[in-house]
């Protein structure tokens, strides 16, 4: 699976969009991107995932470029509880293919 | 309930001793993984089921270290002779890859193992 790197850490007014890049340069043309995020003391929790074109749904937005060397997780109205470690994985679609969670990024939303 | 239930939440216990770790996997959901993360890490992938057969069990750690799966539902991570380096949260995920290969997997909020 690719690699992917994230900002190690944001900060982001409650009530206003917050807006995650992650950079996966070597990515496979098969590869998706996931998003998961972790809250302390809990399992990681799904969010959203996409392979080319930009997806949205009840928590989110993913902004894939077209050249799918990056991407972007839009969190449109962000509150406190949002804050959490996020981490973007980028996984083959193949049955059993493990997640390989990198360091994420750290998104504290102030109030 | 509607997500991945794992019991106990926290277990403590001495060094020597057996233990084992519990996944309820969403229902239908045929594919099940179990993790690992210790403090302050990322997490560590142990082992896959497909229905009630794994395999993938390649992340196992060691031969103190096995798993089953049973009526395609529940499965029971075991851990015998516990040593201190086992200490970790341990995630169980599932996902339902029968309908499609990228459908995402779901976790569960892990077990605490503690040992002393």
């Known amino acids: 699976d690719a690699k992917t790197t994230q900002p190690p850490s944001m900060d982001c007014a409650e009530g206003r969009a917050a807006n995650l890049p992650c950079n996966h340069s070597?990515?496979?043309?098969?590869?998706?991107v996931y998003w998961y995020r972790q809250i302390h003391s809990q399992g990681p929790q799904y969010i959203i995932h996409?392979?080319?074109n930009n997806e949205t749904n009840e928590m989110a937005s993913l902004i894939i470029t077209e050249d799918r060397k990056s991407s972007t997780l839009i969190l449109p109205h962000a509150t406190l509880r949002d804050t959490a470690v996020y981490y973007c994985?980028?996984?083959?679609?193949?049955?059993?293919?493990?997640?390989?969670f990198g360091e994420g990024t750290q998104l504290t939303v102030n109030p | 309930g509607a997500g991945v239930s794992q019991s106990p939440s926290n277990k403590v216990t001495e060094k020597g001793k057996d233990v084992e770790l519990r996944c309820d996997p969403i229902?239908?959901?045929?594919?099940l993984y179990w993790y690992r993360q210790r403090l302050g890490q990322g997490l560590e992938f142990l082992i896959y089921?497909?229905?009630?057969?794994?395999?993938?069990k390649s992340g196992l750690p060691s031969d103190r270290f096995s798993a089953e799966r049973t009526g395609e539902s529940v499965s029971t991570l075991t851990i015998q002779r516990t040593q201190q380096e086992d200490s970790a949260v341990y995630l169980c995920?599932?996902?339902?890859?029968?309908?499609?290969?990228?459908?995402?997997?779901?976790f569960g909020d892990g077990t605490r193992l503690s040992i002393l």
């Open positions: 995920a599932s996902s339902r890859n029968d309908v499609a290969p990228e459908e995402p997997q779901h």
């Open positions: 070597t990515i496979s043309g098969n590869e998706y």
């Open positions: 996409g392979l080319k």
């Open positions: 994985i980028v996984r083959v679609p193949i049955s059993g293919s493990r997640l390989t």
């Open positions: 229902s239908g959901h045929t594919a």
């Open positions: 089921f497909q229905g009630n057969s794994a395999p993938d």
